[in-house]
């Protein structure tokens, strides 16, 4: 919406209301930043090193460092979770969009009350060894002690992890893709049923392609947050392989404080790999309208 | 049959919204319950209650809840002003300014801790009090300001004009015409605002350097190896104030709920 011109000359420039939340952010992601990159080319005042040296890098892209373990572990996650939700949450909208009521909206909101670490906290009492599950399969009789339940959290699969994400993301993607499903003023998918396409035909060429652009930007959004966070692996996974971010804490919190800067180069690395997936949910999110 | 499978498949979406928090419930008031028993067989008010008379619980508590009150007014006050001219203006750079105020919701709090570290050591802010609200407060302005901002955007400046035409004051205006009008999403930005601070683990510990003690980080630490009642307690304990506010703000999360849910 334009204002008048002339109102605007009463008003004094919008920068001047905007500095103080820009101030504070830049000012903040810009000393992390350069203290980030400060940090992995070794330059650590704290112990009177301030020789810039590669080291850290070298080190953390050798090819036989727990880097590209790291890298594949973190990658294979991401990317279960992701399609894994994406697939599921598709499915649940769709189901819930042929059906009315505000009410699955609320209950699929309900979620939000849970954060990640909450979330993985009551898997960890659902599925681990003692959990409930081995429980009720105990009493069952399908198992007889707390060894026979398969390892499903804290395994070297990353199975936990991977469950504890669809758990949480599933609601989310289904909120966003419902969201457009029940935007639609016109019923493309009553004109595609009256020109005698099946159900399967509706969804595949109908109800696919209209959320398909915010289910992307959705997914890649996802799939930034699993592949930079920390706390779900590092509650859920194991020692070896670990994900990307817990590597680099890991290396952060060394005691020897050389070793910072290997954790400083993952920590970078992570953060461009997001950014630049950011970027492409972005660009998606924009050609949508 | 086809209404037996809608049926039963919303009852199995309900029952796994509803089960972590049954689940707790049953860990945090049972006692003896030993594997293989599948239910709880001893009901009990004691643990819980020895929880809240520790006095590390309670601490953890009212730190994060100062914390988290801290940060939501003081991402409320920096929001309101930016959020205004965000909603209600076109100007050359607004673009740039969105890009700017976006970016902490894509960089990872991995990086902004661990990159903050070495500077809140050396200028006396880690392990405060201060030091904690001020990077709470970068993964929070975001959400406050798009909140505030989609609202600004359906604001009409005429009624503040007409105030002023009957004779006003700034103060009037601002306090009766302009704040008045946007309650809904200033009550919505700063529960959420909240929120976000009260469950931050990660820029917790890596700014608080284990002095600041919130419940998440007691909950983590006790996740890693505490009993499952214990757990379950904490859980509870931690989950309590977003449950509420969600019940709360039902209605209008269906405007902002999917601005706020990634982060949080």
Known sequence: ?289 | MKRFTAYSLRVVLYLFLVAPLLLFVAYAFSTRWFFPQPFPVEWTMTTFQRALNDSRTLSSMAQGLWIASLVSILSLLLALPAARVLGLRKFRGRQLAWLLLFLPTVIPPLAIGMGLNILFLRIGLAGTIAGVVLVHIIPTLPYTIFTLSSSFARFDENYEFQALALGASPRQIFLKVTLRMMTPSLVVATLFAFLISWSQYLLTLLIGGGQIITLPILLFSAASGGNPSTIAILSLLFVAPPVLVIAFTARQLNQHGNEIREQY
Request: proline share 5%; hydrophobic share 55%; charged share 15%.
């Open chain 1, 1 to 289: 919406m334009a204002l008048p011109p002339m109102r605007d000359k009463f008003i004094f420039s919008p920068w001047i209301s905007l500095a103080p939340a820009l101030t504070i952010i830049m000012v903040l992601l810009g000393a992390s930043l350069f203290y980030a990159v400060a940090e992995s080319v070794g330059y650590i005042n704290a112990i009177g090193q301030t020789q810039v040296s590669f080291d850290a890098y070298r080190a953390t892209l050798d090819p036989s460092s727990e880097f590209w373990t790291s890298l594949g572990f973190s990658l294979w996650v991401s990317i279960a979770s992701t399609a894994a939700s994406s697939a599921i949450a598709l499915a649940l909208a769709v189901w819930l969009s042929e059906r009315s009521g505000n009410m699955d909206t609320l209950a699929l909101n309900w979620n939000l009350a849970f954060p990640h670490l909450v979330w993985s906290v009551a898997l960890l009492l659902f599925l681990s060894q003692s959990g409930l599950f081995a429980r009720w399969a105990a009493s069952f009789g399908l198992i007889s002690t707390t060894a026979d339940f398969p390892v499903l959290v804290r395994d070297r699969f990353g199975i936990g992890i991977i469950l504890s994400y669809i758990g949480k993301e599933v609601p989310f993607l289904a909120i966003t893709i419902l969201s457009v499903l029940r935007s639609q003023s016109v019923g493309y998918d009553v004109v595609a049923e009256n020109l005698g396409a099946n159900r399967w035909q509706r969804l595949r060429y109908v109800t696919i392609p209209q959320v398909l652009p915010a289910l992307l930007a959705g997914s890649l959004l996802v799939f930034g947050f699993i592949f930079s966070s920390y706390e779900v692996p590092a509650l859920l996974g194991v020692g070896y392989p670990r994900a990307l971010p817990s590597l680099a804490l890991r290396f952060f919190l060394d005691p020897d404080l050389r070793a910072r800067s290997e954790g400083m180069v993952i920590s970078l690395i992570i953060t461009l790999i997001v950014l630049v997936v950011a970027v492409v949910s972005l660009r998606m999110g924009e050609r949508k309208e």
